[in-house]
């Protein structure tokens, strides 16, 4: 059922978002150098690594490490990475993740390849099985503000609370978050 709803979602979000998609593929691709899509490593279900596509917000020769393990993460920005970020513009290409069969609406956020506290964190609480989601339930309890352990407990609540409605009211509440600006630290 779930990923029925998942495919539904995605393939209306898309039609709905196509327009969307395309300008901010374009003034990604006008405002700085590389691809306007970039391609990161992320731990999906089972800790299997899949390309999870996100607008590019930061310059090509920025280290692929989680953000907030930069130094200065603002000099990496391109000139609307701030933007997009702040208006979660930058999640938009993960629609195909999610029609691919890689992702879900919601579930844990994937986690970067080389994120290997957050990795066994999540395996030894059975979080990694789990399909990743465009949301989640530490997503619209703090986002980019939570340590990791608060994320792993809180992704581990969503893996004992997981139902259809719960999944909406995430949802919502991401909707709101995302309205609001809530939780975003670059």
């Known amino acids: ?35 306007a899509v970039y391609w990161s490593d992320r731990v999906g279900i089972h800790n299997k690594i899949f390309k999870m596509p996100k607008f590019r917000t930061m310059r090509v020769d920025t280290p692929a490490v989680a953000t907030h393990l930069l130094t200065n993460p603002q000099q990496f920005l391109t000139p609307i990475g701030s933007f997009l970020r702040k208006s979660s ?6 629609l195909w993740s999610i029609l691919k069969g890689d992702m879900s609406f919601v579930g844990p956020r994937p986690a970067l390849f080389n994120q290997d506290d957050l990795v066994a964190l999540r395996t030894r609480f059975g979080v990694e099985g789990i399909r990743p989601g465009l949301t989640g339930w530490a997503q619209i309890n703090g986002r980019d503000e939570l340590p990791i352990p608060e994320k792993v407990a809180l992704d581990a609540e969503y893996l004992a609370r997981q139902s259809f409605w719960f999944d909406i009211k995430i949802l919502v509440l991401t909707f709101l978050k995302v309205l609001k600006k809530d939780g975003v630290t670059h």
């Not at 039609?15 to 003034?27: D, K, S, T, W």
């Not at 513009?89 to 993960?94: A, I, N, V, Y």
């Open 1 to 35: 059922m779930k990923r029925i709803f998942d495919l539904l979602l995605a393939l209306l979000a898309s039609c709905i978002l196509f327009v969307p998609i395309v300008i901010v593929a374009f003034f990604v691709k006008m405002t700085s150098k590389g691809p």
């Open 89 to 94: 513009l930058d999640e938009l290409p993960q």
